[in-house]
């Protein structure tokens, strides 16, 4: 009847393996966990398959999805490597790099994965996701397992309680390492353009590369990139040395915000400052706060070193105006 909602089963990565294979292999969506954080994947040569995608994190359809594939092998079946983009590939994966490089003629890729782009962004992921892509033997279409515009999840629990009643299966590997997404790294003319930063630091890449990534150029780069992303329900104020009545803090490091112990509710994502560990648990306690029911989530500023970029990219996002929501 249509009382029953139906919600996605979750299964632990040891049991779920045959399960996601079947529902793969017949064009449904898959929630996965990869060491950034969970995939909503599909089938990338199936175009039906990859509508589902879409249908269930209402994300506009210009906006195109990362192909995760097994190995090196498959990726320059479906992209052109030079001799840069081999180097980086060879450096950081299976890890959190997507490159964004020319796609191969008839590579089997859907073209609604790169939005009719002729470009298209690639990784290998760790762990389970790898696996899985390995035993399918095709590419993964995976944005991340989040209605669109929402922040990302690193848990199954939070996959399941955005989409779990749009999907059949979340495959549960616990938290998520990394947690943010995949830097993003476009290859033009044997230059690099940072498009999305992310798990890797910049100056990591820079430093395999010998080079200097370029950032910023005009318009939005890559086209999920819009001001407001990454939205929870609070609005968010940055770079927060005082606290106002009726706010929830994220903090940073041993120095509080003025003000603190008047917060409603408080995290703190690295008390020794460390931003491998903040980057770790951005997400989950934005989300927390988010459900202190508190009006503003203030936040308390952080070094725009390291990993320290990525989470100021993600914290200005949840801190744009709304009307941006895609
Ligand atoms: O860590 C990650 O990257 C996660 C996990 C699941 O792999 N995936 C992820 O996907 O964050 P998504 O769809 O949420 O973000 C991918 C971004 C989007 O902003 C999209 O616009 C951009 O990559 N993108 C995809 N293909 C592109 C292309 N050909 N050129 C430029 N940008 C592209
Ligand atoms: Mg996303």
Do not use: C
């Not at 209605?147 to 996959?159: F, K, L, P």
């Amino acid at each position: 009847s249509g009382l029953v909602s139906n919600l996605a089963e979750i299964l632990a990565v040891g049991e779920a393996m045959e399960r996601a294979l079947a529902l793969l292999d017949g064009g449904y969506v898959v929630a996965i966990p990869t060491e950034t954080v969970y995939g909503l994947a599909a089938d990338a040569t199936n175009g039906v398959a990859v509508a589902r995608i879409f249908e269930a994190k209402g994300r506009p359809r210009f906006n195109p999805l990362i192909a995760h594939v097994a190995d090196l092998a498959m990726a320059s079946r479906i992209a052109e490597f030079h001799p840069l983009s081999t180097k980086l590939a060879e450096a950081f994966w299976p890890g959190p790099l997507t490159l964004v490089l020319p796609q191969r003629a008839q590579n089997g890729i859907h073209p609604l994965v790169t939005a009719g782009l002729d470009t298209i962004a690639l990784r290998i992921p760790r762990g389970f996701g790898g696996e899985l892509i390995a035993r399918l033997g095709r590419p993964l279409a995976a944005p991340s397992a989040n209605s669109s515009g929402r922040i990302s999840a690193t848990t199954a629990e939070a996959v399941a309680a955005d989409l779990g009643e749009k999907i059949k299966l979340v495959v549960d590997g616990g938290a998520t390492p990394v947690g943010l997404e995949s830097t993003i790294v476009k290859i033009e003319d044997g230059r690099l353009r940072l498009l999305r930063p992310g798990g890797i630091a910049a100056e990591e890449i820079e430093a395999v590369a010998g080079a200097e990534l370029m950032r910023g150029g005009g318009g939005i780069e890559a086209p999920g990139m819009l001001a407001s992303h990454y939205a929870p329900g609070a609005s968010v104020r940055l770079n927060a040395k005082k606290i106002a009545g009726g706010e929830a803090l994220l903090a940073f490091g041993r120095d509080r915000a003025e003000g603190w112990q008047d917060a409603v509710a408080l995290r703190n994502l690295s008390e020794g400052g460390d931003l491998r560990e903040a980057a770790t648990n951005l997400f989950a306690y934005m989300q927390a706060l988010d459900r202190s029911g508190a009006a503003t989530i203030a936040v308390e500023p952080i070094p725009h070193e390291g990993l320290g970029e990525a989470i100021n990219d993600r914290l200005a996002r949840a801190a744009a105006p709304r009307d941006k929501i895609a």
